[in-house]
Every structure is written in structure tokens, then in C-alpha cells.
């Protein structure tokens, strides 16, 4: 109730500047509806400024008239909003661990390929192994750590059979090098 007191007070010292500036206040029924008023003459009032503004053609031409809106009719997901913002972002990395960890050991061959030293790829699976211990160990809850540790010495020998492999179909897909019609002395 101090609310409404403050506010009206407030609002009696404005009108009261306003009219000894020579401005009129507005008391029509676009001003809202009256103090004290019920729910039912406040949702009138909101309905009927609804309608004067359909009228006017305020809420014609907005972005997304007339479409569809997405993934209406799929099942209620109180995190809605954070699938989209993940997918519109393209965020990585988000989750708990045991997912973040899953979906890191089957793209593990892709990631490695992009690493240019032997080193670095050992470096990068012993990381691995360390982070799937760690995710072993605590107890934040969320589903369990099934993802396997990875032998370093495996994954190290099958980069460089599959940089082998490439190195070759690259070689096998070049075309010979072309020969000079003249030759330097």
C-alpha cells in the first residue's frame, strides 16, 4: 500500500508541474485504467488498447508475420531457450563431463589429424586420459563416465598411418610435375 501512496504522490507532483507550465495532463482512458480498479476492468482495458492498436495497424508488417513458430509442436522442454541459444551460438564443450568426454572420444581421430607433431598428439591423448580420471573420480552427479581411457601409443601409431595414408592419395591425385622445355646451364 506504500507503493500506491508513493505513486500517487508522485503523480500528483507531476501534474501539478505540468500544469504550471502550461501543459495539460491527460485523464482519458489512455492514461490506463483508474487506482483501485479490478482485474476485470484492468484486463478490459488492456483488451480494448489491444484492439485500438490492431486498428491503427501497429502490429502490422512485424518480423515473423505470418510464419510458423519453430518447433511448436514438439514436447513441453522448460530449457528451451538454452538448446537454442547452444545451437544458434554453436557452443561446444557444455555439459557434464561424461557427455562432453563421450562426444570428445569418437571425434578424438579428427582432432588429432588437425595437430601437426607426433608430441603434440601424445600430449593431447594423455590429456584426455587425464580428464576421464578426473571425471571417474568426482561425484557431481549426472549420468556415470563410461567413456574409456585411450592408449597413447595406439592412437600415436594410428596418426601416423592415417598422415601416412593421406600423404599418399595426395601424392596419387597431384598431377607429375610438368617438364621444362628448356634446360639452364
Not at 513441453?76 to 564443450?93: A, M, S, V
Not at 562432453?100 to 608430441?119: N, P
Amino acid at each position: 500500500m506504500s507503493d500506491d501512496a508513493r505513486q500517487a504522490a508522485e503523480r500528483y507532483r507531476l501534474d501539478r508541474r505540468l500544469r504550471e507550465a502550461g501543459l495539460e495532463t491527460e485523464t482519458t482512458e489512455s492514461s490506463g485504467p483508474a487506482r483501485g480498479s479490478t482485474a476485470a476492468e484492468r484486463a478490459a482495458f488492456v483488451e480494448t488498447s489491444i484492439q485500438q492498436a490492431i486498428r491503427r495497424g501497429e502490429f502490422d508488417n512485424l518480423p515473423g508475420a505470418g510464419k510458423p513458430l519453430p518447433d511448436l509442436g514438439t514436447s513441453h522442454d522448460p530449457d528451451w531457450w538454452i538448446r537454442r541459444k547452444i545451437e544458434t551460438e554453436q557452443l561446444t564443450g557444455l555439459g557434464p563431463p561424461a557427455l562432453t568426454l563421450r562426444v570428445e572420444h569418437t571425434e578424438m581421430a579428427a582432432r588429432l589429424d588437425a595437430l601437426a607433431h607426433e608430441s603434440e598428439v601424445r600430449e593431447a591423448v594423455i590429456d584426455f586420459n587425464r580428464r576421464v580420471i578426473e571425471a571417474r573420480r568426482q561425484l557431481q552427479g549426472g549420468p556415470p563416465v563410461v567413456t574409456p581411457t585411450v592408449d597413447v601409443d595406439a592412437e600415436v601409431a594410428a596418426w601416423i598411418e592415417r598422415r601416412r595414408a593421406r600423404a599418399e592419395a595426395a601424392a596419387v591425385a597431384a598431377p607429375p610435375p610438368r617438364r621444362r622445355w628448356f634446360r639452364r646451364s
